[in-house]
């Protein structure tokens, strides 16, 4: 059974206080535009200047940037739950006319049918309860709208997935399909989305519809704060500490694996670039 360290809010928040401070450096390390301008092909019919866009698990503001250059204009709501994240998101000019709300994703403090579209990156697996957040997005999404998520697939390499696993969930394209299909999206399509530096290293870009007829699903409210909640938060706290710990060891090794990887294979593809050039020389 994998531990999956970070699929819990506590601990992701913990782990954004730290990585927010380097996020915006390490980032290209790990994802690309380019990988997110090919989930956001997926969008049926594209996304325009006039449109209200979601980016649920914003960050700092990496999708919501790509959003603006598609769509100049487009009205943006960045939301996560790390403080930290998305003041960070604040301080880019691009995003001064933005909204900013600092929420749980499987509980939106947002009114029904209020966006065009829903789109994320990089956050769906990190909600312990995926269907619930996807039905949170299917809520506030008017019919016909759409909701993309990209995010990560389970690595192949043994040794890799074991890490991974410890350090979050990564799930399989199965199961994102499924989590889709359980949530009540029709329309559900996907598509494999990689880095140009390592083609074989895929994610997956998953979107679909709130369609004619899509049962509106009702609005998940934040439990309430309760005596009993609060002890047994404070009992299962060394549990959480112990599994944050883990989660850190295994990306203390996962994440420069990734770096070194992604480095060599920035170099390789500068290389066949700078040949390409010489030989249409």
């Known amino acids: ?48 200047g006039t449109q209200q866009i979601l980016d649920v698990g ?3 503001g990496t999708l919501s940037l790509q959003v603006l250059k598609r769509a100049p204009g487009a009205r943006l709501t960045l939301l996560d739950q790390s ?4 003041d960070r998101a604040k301080l880019k000019p691009a995003l001064e006319g933005a909204t900013f709300v600092l929420a749980d994703a499987q509980a939106l403090p947002l009114d029904d049918d209020s966006f065009d579209a829903v789109v994320s990156s990089g956050s769906l697996y990190y909600y312990p309860r995926p269907v619930a957040a996807l039905r949170e997005q299917l809520r506030v999404v008017r019919p016909g709208g759409s909701v993309l998520a990209m995010g990560s697939l389970q690595p192949k390499p043994r040794l890799i997935r074991l890490l991974a696993t410890t350090f979050n969930r990564f799930p399989t394209e199965e199961q994102y399909k499924q989590w889709f299909a359980d949530a009540g999206f029709s329309d559900v399509r996907a598509r494999h989305i990689s880095n140009p530096w390592n083609a074989q290293q895929y994610a997956l ?12 699903p009702a609005r998940e409210l934040p439990p309430p704060p309760t005596a009993g909640r609060t002890l ?5 706290l060394p549990v959480a500490i112990g599994r944050f710990g883990l989660s850190m060891a295994a990306f203390a090794l996962l994440g420069p ?7 060599i294979g920035m170099r390789k593809l500068r290389q066949a670039s700078a040949a390409t050039g010489e030989s249409a020389a």
């Open 1 to 48: 059974m994998s531990l999956e360290g970070l699929c819990s809010e506590r601990e992701a928040r913990w782990f954004y206080v730290g990585w927010s401070r380097v996020y915006d450096a390490m980032q290209p390390f790990f994802t690309s535009d380019e990988m997110r301008e090919a989930g956001l092909d997926l969008l049926p019919g594209g996304i325009n």
């Open 58 to 60: 914003a960050g700092t």
């Open 83 to 86: 403080a930290p994240m998305l």
């Open 205 to 216: 870009a998953i979107c679909g519809t709130k369609g004619p007829g899509t049962a509106q």
């Open 232 to 236: 047994r938060s404070l009992l299962w």
């Open 257 to 263: 694996l990734q770096i070194i990887n992604a480095t």
